[in-house]
Structures are given as C-alpha cells and as structure tokens.
C-alpha cells in the first residue's frame, strides 16, 4: 500500500501484477496496475517476454527464407505479414506482379483479416463474459483455415505468398469453397449481432468503456480500426493502395464515439465490407494465367523446364544455394492488417541476405495507448480495454 | 514515382525555405523520398513539419534504426512519417556516432515514439536525451549488450 497525494486528500493505493500468465492478456502480457480501491489510477504494461529476435534472425536469411518468419509475426493474419514482406522486397527489385497473383493476394488478406476479426470477436466476447459467441465465430474461423489449407497446405503459417508472386497454383474447384463460405457468413455475422448488438450486458461492458479520441489516438500512432472508430476514416489500402486494392469498391467504416463498442461495430462493418472484396476478387480472378512474375534469376523456373533446360536447371540451382540479390537501398512498405498499419522497413546492401529488417507492429504500437484507455476507469475495464486494442502479443514482442 | 528532379519536390522546398541548413541529403528511390537532417536539427524540424499548414506530418509510423558498422557514422535512424490530412509520405534520417551515440527524443512532438525510442535504445544501444522512461523494452533488464547491432552475433553461447 502506498499513499498517494490527490486533489481531494490523501488516498491509498495498491499495486497489482496482472499477468505475464493471465488468460485474458491473449498472449503474455504484464500490465502493472497502481489501483485506488476499484479505480485504476495507473496501468503500465510490461512486453517482452515473446520476444524472438525476428527482426535479427532475418539478418541471417536470404530473401526468400524471411517470408517463413513474417507468417509466426502475426499468428492471426499470417498472409498479411507474407504480403507486406513480399511487397516491400518486390518494391526493392522493381517487380512487377501478374495482375492474376495480385487478385488472389487480395481475396486471401481478406480472407484473413475475417479470420482474425472472428477470433478478436471471440475472444473479446468471452473476456466479457458471452462465450457463446466464442464458439461460433471458432466454428467459422475453421472454414478459413481450411481454405486455407486447401489453397497452400498450411491452415496458419501458409508462407502462400512469396516474392513476385505466389507458391502454387490454388487448386481447381478453390473458389467453390470460397463462394460457400462467403454466401454463409453474412447471415452468421446477423447472428453474432444478435447476440451482442443491444444486449444490454454488452452495452455496459463496452459503451463508454476505453474513450480514445482522435487527436491521442493519431499522438499515440494508434492504427487501424481503433483509430477508424475515433472517426478518422485513414486506411492504408484507399490511401495509399497496394496490390490493386484502388480497383476494388468498397467503403471504410468509421464512428466518431471513440469507445469499445464503436471499436466493435467498425470491426463488425470492415467484416462486411471485407466479404464485398473477396466477392469482387472472386469475379476479377482470371481462370487462366501466370502466379508468378516472369524474372529470371528470382524466381524458380518451373519444374518441368528444370528438366529440359540447362539454363533453368542453374537458375534453381543458384536461387535456392545463394539467393538473389536487390540492389541497394532501403524501401518501407505499408499495408493494412486487420489490427492497423503494418510497415515493413527493408534494407537492402547489395547482398542476397537483408541488411536489415524492421517490422513496424501495429499491436506494438496500440498497445501503447493502454494506459490512456484504461486509467481512471475500473479494474473490471482493463480487460475490456486490453480485448479492444486486440493486440497479438506475438506481433508486440516479435 | 516521379521523374523530376528530388530537390524540386515541394516537400524539400518548403523545408529549404524555411531553414536551408536543416537539409544536408535529399535522396528518392523507388518512389520514396529521403530527407536527411543533421541531428541537432531533427527536433525542431519535426515540430516544423508537424504544425506546418502545407506539410502536416500528423502521424509518425515508425522509427527505425539501422547498424552501418563499421562505417562512421555509425548508426542511420529513420523516421516513417504520414500526413493523413494530405496523404504524403516522408522519411526523415540522422546519421549519429558510434561513439556515444545520444539524439533528441521527438516524444514532445509525437507521443508514439515512446516505445519506438526504447526499443532502438534496447536493441542499438542508441540513447535519446530527454525520455522520460528509458529502459529496456524487449529483452530482460539485466541483459548485456545490444542484440541489434552488427557486431552481435546471430547465435552462440555467452563466454
């Protein structure tokens, strides 16, 4: 117990540890809270204990061997740290990629971006006490996982996408399975929404709880849907758009009530607005044509070739024992994630292995704002503060 | 991708014209321009280009270092800057000493750079004069060296 000086007198305090081990820190999170009675009057969360060294470990890789630690960055949106990646190492090589690859990156990010914002609603839910709505967004997770499964034979670390294109060609019948899932999930999200939208529990666990307005939302470089629902409507793929993302139709959702459940209806929103691009992409994927940049030297030749060309036997040969080599320079690639901007800051020197890489982490930075969120709030709030930043803390400690 | 020449980007003019010694480089490749500052002008500049009605740098995205070792200067920090009122990009860099190496922290101008500011200083070693918090952030408080630099080695064991 300390004894703190404030306006109205002396009070005391108590210093709590929540976490490392907590379930519901999604992660390993530490927050050292300073609480007066219920009220929190300091929160300060401790990060770290994921840390991996990725950033140091890319150092050691040849280009393409990074884009298999880029997937574990982010467990939730692994394709969106594949494409950021890849997109910040084809701007380096001045790559341009087949319009074909292009549109399949797009519908599979957004394929991703459902995937992590079932899991965000899940867990978020639960946190607050309404674990019905875990299980089925869990049950619809799934179907994407195995589309995912299906399309690179990986359900979560798919390395799908890689430099100047994608990995394999999707199997036939692929866009069947995405056709089933997208004309399903509307009617699901209705039934999320029903669950939760004027529930009167979730009402007060999440209206006015975690106020982060627009002016220290941009202070804090806070990202993302947390930003959008302070009502900036700053959205990397209508600003800055990448991989063909200024060719799709589709609106950014914003609220300007700057709280959890503001956070929740963009979240909600962006799923739907989501499904209009995957919907889009499905139309504009052409049955036929090439996944990968025609760049000899960078990318493998094609099997069969490697069995009739010497010269294709040599560029395999050469890709895969030492690498390719940008010329140097440095280049930063932004892209949205479903948490918020993800940057990849890529260096090259000359040499086939990245000078340096430096992820720019939208759960990094968002946590940031925790304090501002949840202080002078209530003990019970913090958690719902913590669900709404939706943080991974894979992704915060990297 | 433009094709006229960097110093006529009306970015690098607005800077010249209002202090023609904060620019020392200006630099574009692929599309992305370069500004590089002396360090002692950085924190002043970034208030510059946060308040400036033409420029309103608003939101800083990232900072990042980068180890040139064994050249000198040493370290190269970068700062990602968006204004999303005017939708441009920019990226600021000082060159600082391996000495020592100590530059302004741009806390008072954008808040976010905090956390960016303690993990350089945790994996670089690079300390920013003026941080209210500045300790490790990512690897544990007793932890010997700085895991970022070139000079650390990727793996092995501690002798």
New interface residues.
């Given amino acids: 117990m300390t004894t703190i000086e404030t306006a109205a007198g002396t009070a005391q305090t108590m210093v709590l540890n929540m976490g490392p081990q907590h379930p519901s820190t999604h992660g390993v999170l530490r927050v050292v809270v300073e609480l007066d009675g219920e009220t929190v009057v300091k929160a300060r969360p401790e990060?770290?204990y994921l840390?991996t060294?990725i950033?140091?470990?890319c150092?050691?890789l040849t280009y393409s061997q990074a884009i298999t630690l880029t997937d574990r960055i982010d467990y939730l949106a692994p394709l969106s740290n594949n494409l950021g990646y890849c997109l910040a190492v084809e701007?380096?090589l001045?790559l341009e990629v087949p319009k074909r690859a292009q549109y399949i990156r797009v519908l599979l990010t957004e394929m991703t971006r459902l995937n992590s914002h079932l899991v965000w609603l899940g867990t978020h839910a639960m946190d607050l006490g309404a674990t019905s709505v875990m299980l089925y967004c869990f049950r619809e997770r799934e179907e994407i996982l195995k589309i995912f499964e299906l399309v690179s034979g990986q359900r979560m670390m798919t390395s799908y996408f890689r430099i100047g294109g994608l990995a394999l060609e999707p199997p036939p019948g692929w866009l069947d399975r995405v056709r089933r899932f997208i004309d399903m999930l509307p009617s699901r999200i209705e039934e999320y929404e029903n669950l939760l939208t004027r529930n009167s529990i979730w009402l007060m666990r999440t209206q006015g709880v975690g106020i982060l307005g627009a002016k220290d939302a941009?202070?804090?470089?806070?990202?993302g849907p947390m930003l959008r629902a302070a009502g900036?409507a700053?959205d990397v793929r209508k600003?800055?758009p990448y991989s063909s993302y200024d060719e799709f139709n589709f609106d950014v959702p914003t609220r300007t009530e700057c709280d959890s459940y503001a956070r929740y209806l963009v979240r909600l929103a962006e799923m739907r607005e989501s499904l209009k691009i995957v919907r889009q992409a499905m139309e504009k994927i052409p049955s036929e044509g090439p996944i990968k940049a025609d760049a000899p030297g960078i990318i493998p030749p094609p099997r069969e070739k490697m069995k009739t060309e010497m010269e294709a036997l040599i560029y395999h040969f050469k890709i895969f024992t030492e690498g390719f080599a940008p010329p140097p320079?440095?280049?930063?690639q932004?892209i949205e994630s479903p948490r918020g901007?993800v940057?990849y800051?890529v260096?090259s020197d000359g040499s086939p292995k990245p000078?340096?890489v430096?992820v720019?982490a939208p759960s990094?930075?968002n946590l940031?704002a925790l304090p501002k969120l949840s202080e002078g709030g209530v003990v019970a709030d913090l958690i719902a503060c913590i669900g709404t930043i939706d943080i991974v803390l894979g992704e915060v400690?990297? | 991708m433009t094709d006229r020449p960097v110093e006529e980007h009306p970015i690098v003019q607005n800077l010249r014209a209002w202090d023609d010694r904060a620019v020392a480089e200006v630099s574009q490749?692929?599309g992305?321009l370069t500004i590089v500052l002396p360090p002692e002008r950085l924190r002043r500049a970034a208030e510059y280009l946060q308040a400036e009605r033409g420029l309103q740098f608003?939101?800083?995205?990232?900072i990042?270092a980068?180890?040139r070792f064994p050249i000198e200067p040493r370290f190269e920090v970068?700062y990602?800057l968006v204004s999303?009122p005017l939708?441009q990009?920019l990226?600021l860099r000082v060159w600082i000493s391996g000495q020592d190496p100590v530059l302004a922290t741009l806390i008072p101008v954008?808040?976010?750079a905090?956390?960016?500011e303690r993990e350089i200083y945790d994996?670089f070693g690079i300390r920013f004069e003026g941080h209210p918090d500045l300790h490790?952030?990512?690897?544990?408080d007793d932890w010997e060296g700085h895991?970022?630099r070139k000079d650390?080695p990727?793996e092995g064991f501690r002798t």
Wanted: glycine share 8%; net charge positive; charged share 25%.
């Fill in positions: 990060i770290g840390h060294g950033e140091k470990s150092e050691a701007k380096l001045g941009i202070a804090l470089g806070v990202t900036v700053y600003v800055f320079g440095e280049v930063y932004r901007e940057g800051f260096v000078y340096r430096k720019r990094f930075v940031q400690d990297r | 490749f692929r992305e608003d939101l800083l995205s990232d990042s980068v180890d970068n990602h999303i939708r990009t990226r954008w808040p976010t905090n956390w960016h994996l490790r952030i990512l690897m544990p895991p970022l650390y990727v």
